[in-house]
């Protein structure tokens, strides 16, 4: 489609919107259509296919929407629509776009795969830090021996190694002063939220390959009002090219009630084509009542004034029959009145029940269609699709806005005993369903299932419809497991309670939607905000209020703020001591914080409380380990396996505990178990690469801490063990080349400093040494080892002087002196 020359003319305008349940001028309608049928210009502005359909309620958007679409369809294009029902952010837009040019096209496979893998790394994002390795081994930082114990890494190098190697375990040193380098960094590799940057790439790329089919791909994106709240910045995205160049043959179509927001949306809009809807003029009420049959002067004097030139209301209070002015009934709200007037006139009471009782479900399919109805009436479901204000681009139809709050607040008044009687045999329907989906569904994996919370959430919202005041606590207690299953979740929930608040006309809820709605459309994490408002009223009971702390604080931790994270924990313990999530999660807080005691204090009481939890005994293990109780340790990550024997990294964990014990083969075997599960755990990889060359295969160490480097190269902890792997084989130039590419990615390595300066002083290149050697000190000036191996670069170099001073520093920090024997000779 070429970029739009002109505005249209009113006459154009008025066909566009005069569909055929209104106007029907399909041979007016055809601009749309038409240019569908050109070729593609060279794009120059990423917003040249953007068309914004704008208008009030009842003006005619969707229905404009629908007719576009079918347009569309028979100029040879491909399309795809969604609305407020399918919308609950961009990943779940982008899925239900996708879907439907899937159903249409054939299986986008690079797309779903994309969106698989970033669900994969939602759910590892929602759990921060596990056992991981070498970025969390090792000792606690804050204690000195970390700084001595570097001591062992001269080990084969200079005089006086192998005794400085018996008093420590060289290689805990590596864990320990990396844990303290390369934590942070790593940690936010792991644990950063994961980007749908990837996954709008192969949405573009799914769409530049449909367009190599097909003519045009056409997107309409309904209820903008709604669905923009989700899509607003993932669309400019897409139009500005974000995701990769949009083919040339990409329309989207928006419409919605307002102006597109400035100045966001000023620069797309320029070189996109506005259409704005507006309310008929008499005559096109004229015409529109004309095509139903209705003519007498009073009565399309009456509606005209009634429906105020809007084609819905028009088309229902035509739709009604009036039989003169007096009939329609001007008094009143305009869509109360044609409401009225439209369910008066439907004669079968059959007929009249189907409307009424399905327009108390928000979203309604076949199956939804059935629940509702009495028996005899469930063969009316292609009636009810067929008539005016009933909608849907998916699997799911829905009545427009206008209609159904009408006749909503008809039902609620006209029978409040029917209402609830509705709305509860819905809730039971939903009940079941979700139900028959937990048959076949492990119960880890409900929180993640996308139909399991539909179910979930449409009958909690017909459950508050039927109870607005009783169910309240419990509901917004359910709110806290809706936020524990993510951001989209956690909207499509606060969505619902909103439209029960709406519908049931209930001040509470209605106070209680409107401060949850403004949380999850907040910048930043909305579980977070969402969490914090519910914990400020006091509606929640003790246990959810403690869930509630757990849920904020693991979503705090995964950010960053490990402080603000204890705290949470340490709010939940106080409030429910024997929540097992509650203790998991402090106690994992506490060995993450180098506090292993605390840490096993409270993984010892998650386990009493849940003895099948594999984490929290994976956790205490650990714990153990880092503490030096190889027993215990053992003990808790053995049990840990035999619950889970697909546990990697209690298999990693373990293999550290029998390498550390000096067990070398069985640290191999655990290493080994642990790839064998995942040929991608880098970090175990590198360690059996370390446990190769303790045990003197210094190759195979070699091969596999390059393997761990080919899965990431970034890793610093994995360049340095292998440059001292090279430095132990005599290889120093290549010593030297890992241990400076560790050192490019953390600069302030210390442990790599020491390293490269040993690698540097066997090659005797003493100045280099003695620089290494002083860059550590600056580091921490009591790094025992840095100031014997400067002083020894000095001695070599013939500053005996200086040495002295270093040697002596040295006596002061280690009185033991056993480092003394080996110091070599003035070479003078």
């Known amino acids: 489609m070429p970029r739009p020359q002109r505005r249209p003319s009113r006459g154009e305008l008025l066909a566009m919107r005069s569909l055929d349940r209104f106007v029907g001028r399909r041979d007016e309608v055809a601009s749309f259509a038409r240019n569908l049928t050109k070729d593609p210009l060279s794009r120059t502005d990423p917003a040249s296919f953007l068309f914004h359909v704008r208008g009030v309620a009842g003006v005619g958007k969707s229905s404009l ?79 000195r021996a970390i700084s001595r114990i570097v001591l062992g890494g001269v080990s084969g190098v200079v005089p006086g190694g192998p005794l400085l190697s018996a008093m420590v375990d060289p290689d805990t040193v590596a864990e320990g002063v990396d844990r ?142 009036p039989e003169g002015a007096d009939a329609v009934d001007p008094d009143g709200d305009a869509a109360e009145a044609a409401v009225e007037r439209f369910v008066r006139w439907i004669a079968d009471p059959l007929c009249r029940e189907v409307v009424l009782t399905c327009a108390l479900a928000p979203r309604l399919n076949e199956d939804v269609f059935a629940a509702a109805v009495p028996e005899e009436a469930r063969h009316l479901w292609s009636w009810l699709c067929g008539q005016p204000f009933v909608s849907g681009s998916g699997a799911y139809k829905k009545y427009h806005a206008v209609v159904r709050a009408g006749m909503v607040r008809r039902e609620r008044a006209r029978s409040p005993q029917g209402w609830t009687a509705v709305h509860l045999r819905l809730a039971e329907a939903h009940a079941a369903w979700r139900a028959g989906l937990e048959e076949n569904l492990p119960a880890g994996r409900r929180p993640q299932d996308a139909r399991w919370w539909r179910h979930r959430i449409d009958e909690t919202y017909h459950r508050l419809c039927a109870h607005p005041g009783g169910g309240a606590t419990g509901v917004l207690e359910e709110a806290v497991q809706a936020a524990e299953a993510g951001p989209e979740i956690l909207r499509q929930w606060a969505d619902a309670f909103g439209q029960a608040a709406e519908d049931t006309d209930d001040d509470f809820l209605r106070e209680q939607a409107g401060r949850l709605r403004a949380a999850t459309e907040a910048e930043g994490d909305v579980v977070v905000a969402a969490l914090g408002v519910l ?62 005691d605390e840490a096993v204090d409270d993984l010892t009481a998650a386990v009493r409380l849940d003895p099948t939890d594999a984490r929290a005994l994976a956790q205490r293990g650990e714990a153990h380990r880092r503490a030096g109780r190889w027993d215990e340790a053992l003990a808790d990550l053995t049990a840990t396996l035999a619950l889970d024997p697909g546990h990697t990294r209690a298999l990693g964990s373990r293999g550290q505990v029998h390498r550390q014990a000096g067990r070398l083969d069985e640290a191999i075997a655990d290493f080994t178990a642990a790839l ?153």
């Open 676 to 828: 064998a599960l995942d040929p991608g755990y880098a970090w175990a990889l590198g360690s059996r690469g370390r446990t190769h060359r303790e045990a003197g295969r210094r190759p195979q160490a070699v091969a596999d801490l390059t393997a761990a480097l080919a899965l990431r190269p970034d890793y610093a902890w994995a360049l340095a063990e292998r440059g001292k792997t090279h430095r132990l084989s005599g290889a120093l130039d290549e010593a030297v080349a890992d241990l400076t590419a560790a050192l490019a990615l953390v600069p302030d390595y210390r442990w790599a400093l020491v390293e490269r300066g040993l690698a540097h002083l066997h090659a005797t290149r003493y100045e280099q040494a003695e620089a290494d050697f002083t860059a550590a000190l600056a580091l921490d000036p009591d790094d025992l080892w840095a100031l014997v191996g400067r002083g020894r670069a000095r001695t070599l170099a013939g500053r005996t002087d200086a040495a002295r001073q270093d040697f002596d520093r040295a006596a002061a920090l280690d009185p033991d002196g056993a480092w003394r024997r080996d110091i070599p000779a003035d070479p003078r």
């Open 535 to 596: 914990l400020t009223r006091r509606t929640l009971g003790p246990a959810a209020r403690a869930h509630a702390h757990v849920v904020r604080g693991r979503h705090l931790e995964v950010s960053g703020q490990e402080e603000a994270a204890a705290a949470e924990f340490d709010r939940a313990v106080a409030l429910d001591p024997d929540s097992a999530a509650a203790r998991f999660h402090r106690g994992r807080a506490h060995l993450r914080a180098g506090r292993e």
């Open 65 to 143: 929407l629908r007719q576009w679409r079918e347009a569309a369809r028979q100029a040879g294009a491909l399309t795809a629509a969604v609305d407020e029902n399918d919308v609950h952010g961009a990943l779940s837009g982008m899925v239900a776009l996708a879907r439907q040019l899937a159903d249409q096209a054939g299986p986008l496979k690079g797309f779903d795969k994309a969106v698989e893998q970033y669900r994969r790394a939602q759910e590892a994002a929602a759990e921060p830090v596990d056992l991981d390795g070498a970025a969390d081994d090792g000792p606690s930082p804050t204690t």
């Open 180 to 321: 303290i380098q390369d934590r942070v960094r790593n940690r936010q590799q792991r644990v950063r939220t994961p980007e749908l940057g990837p996954v709008g790439q192969e949405f573009v790329a799914a769409l530049g390959d449909l367009c190599e089919k097909y003519p045009w791909v056409v997107l309409f994106l309904d209820t903008w009002e709604e669905t923009g709240r989700h899509l607003d910045v993932w669309l400019r995205t897409l139009l500005s090219d974000g995701y990769g160049p949009l083919p040339v043959n990409v329309v989207v179509v928006l419409a919605g009630r307002n102006d597109l927001s400035e100045p966001e949306w000023a620069g797309l809009k320029a070189e996109g084509q506005d259409v704005p809807l507006e309310a008929f003029t008499e005559q096109e009420t004229r015409e529109l009542l004309a095509r139903r049959g209705v003519t007498e002067p009073g009565t399309v004097e009456a509606v005209g004034r009634l429906s105020m030139g809007l084609p819905l209301l028009a088309d229902l209070l035509a739709l009604a029959r």
